[in-house]
């Protein structure tokens, strides 16, 4: 069978290589035909990222450094998508037999925000769809991440805010940033792209099993201020000096 309930039991979801696809699981909505479904894929290169360096022209030389060696990957990291899908129709496109998500095992689980929701474990590895109900056909294609990255804020960042009681709009923006915008790693610096702020939307989409890499929307980041070190000369420690940009 093409789908197989735990057959990503004990995969490591931060260690996805390229290609690889992890349907993990579903989450109840406030609707009880529709779920929210929850997609790793691993290996989502950025193909702007060389492009992108401090000074143009420069390159990240680890990658050609070490590439082909056995300890070392340049795949990119792991991408987490959630898409609403309807229970019919998922139970239709992944075709396995003893799947009843109305009839599931249903856990709670507590999100970052500290709501509680449930969910139904899948842990499906490289889910494959043998059904379009659009078309009502079969078919056999894969479920995959696609990303797309922009400046502009889509109409749900703003249902959002307001969701979260803010309707002042530059109120909703600052909110909408600091909550949404792609910054350099965990807490770093915002990302902007011809000095608007970048936002990154995942979805899920299809593709045929012959497709390796999807097409994905990568903008080119801003160059990011150096930092320089300077030594004071009165106390010989070393100062940091930041970009007027930065402050």
Request: aromatic share 0%; net charge negative; with cysteine.
């Given at each position: 069978m093409a789908n197989?309930?735990?057959s990503a039991q004990g995969v490591d979801l931060k260690a996805?290589?390229?290609?690889?696809?992890?349907?993990?699981r579903v989450?109840?909505?406030s609707n009880p035909e529709i779920v929210s479904l929850e997609l790793y894929e691993g290996g989502i290169v950025n193909t702007t990222r060389g492009a992108s360096a401090s000074a143009e022209g420069q390159y990240d030389g680890l990658g050609m450094m070490m590439s082909g060696y056995k300890g070392f990957t340049n795949s990119g990291s792991v991408t987490l998508a959630w898409q609403?899908?309807?229970?019919?129709?998922?139970e239709l496109m992944l075709g396995v037999d003893e799947l009843d998500i109305d009839n599931g095992i249903w856990q709670e689980f507590r999100t970052k925000a500290g709501k509680t929701k449930e969910m139904l474990e899948l842990n499906i590895l490289n889910p494959v769809a043998v059904y379009n109900p659009q078309l009502n056909e079969e078919?056999?294609?894969r479920f995959r991440a696609v990303?797309?990255?922009?400046?502009?804020?889509?109409?749900d960042k703003f249902k959002w805010a307001e969701d979260q009681g803010i309707f002042d709009e530059d109120e909703q923006i600052n909110a909408i940033t600091e909550k949404f915008a792609k910054t350099a790693g965990n807490d770093g610096d915002?990302?902007?792209h011809n000095g608007d702020v970048v936002f990154r939307d995942v979805k899920v989409s299809f593709c045929d099993l012959a497709v390796e890499t999807m097409n994905h929307t990568f903008l080119k980041s801003d160059p990011i201020a150096p930092v320089n070190?300077?030594?004071?000369?009165?106390?010989?420690?070393i100062v940091q000096e930041y970009s007027e940009e930065l402050a």
């Open positions: 197989q309930l735990n996805l290589k390229t290609g690889q696809v992890v349907l993990t989450i109840r909505t609403n899908i309807t229970v019919n129709n998922l078919c056999n294609i990303i797309v990255e922009k400046t502009a804020i889509s109409k915002v990302i902007t070190d300077t030594v004071d000369v009165e106390t010989g420690e």
